[in-house]
């Protein structure tokens, strides 16, 4: 069995990846979806240990003086950050892990895992960021400009992150995130066994025309 490949998905607060995410684990089998821990206050719905751990600064900095976080950063405020076990568990039971995650964490993680395939996720255009950001009724006015600000500032990182998924219509993305997935499984690096066996084989034959 094969390594699961690990995916970053990252893009503007309100550009849709909770719900991508969820729809590709309920459209296909091999997904394991990460539980970031954070020091945010959980929103009205969110539940422990579903959408996030939430735990307070203290416990969050043990975790990460202990070693126990793949990476983490702060965003507008409050700690975010990935447990390593769960991560690294999934991936080798073959499942393909997704982390739904800011930039300073995707870079972190790229450095880590040099095979992980990043992908940022936008809405079309900025205004429907902004009308999705408002839509949504869960944000105070004042948190809703510091999330603008802060898309602001990440849409200056997007070039280090291998493709660009544009979320204006939700069968369409989950596909082309599903096979962007898939096609990683094919590169020359995770495919060691197929390509000895086909040397060795063909080395066979050279012999053998010898
Ligand atoms: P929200 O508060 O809207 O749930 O998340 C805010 C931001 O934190 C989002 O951009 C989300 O992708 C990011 N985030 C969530 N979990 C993690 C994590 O474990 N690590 C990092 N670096 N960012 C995270």
Known sequence: MSRGILTVISGFSGAGK???MRRLTEDYDNYALSVSM???????????GIEYFFVDTETFQERVRQG????????????????RDYVRDRLDQGRDVILEIEIQGALQVKKLVPDCLLLFVTPPCAGELRRRLEGRGTETPEVIARR???AAEESEGIEAYDYIVVNDDLEACVRQIHSMVQNAHYTPARQE??????????????????
């Open 18 to 20: 909770g719900t991508l």
């Open 38 to 48: 954070t020091t945010r206050a959980p929103r009205e719905g969110e539940r422990d």
């Open 68 to 83: 126990r976080m793949l990476e983490y950063a702060c965003y507008c405020g409050n700690y975010y950050g990935t447990p």
């Open 148 to 150: 603008l600000a802060r």
């Open 193 to 210: 066994t197929l390509i000895k066996e086909i040397r060795g084989e063909l080395s066979g034959f050279s012999k053998g025309a010898e």
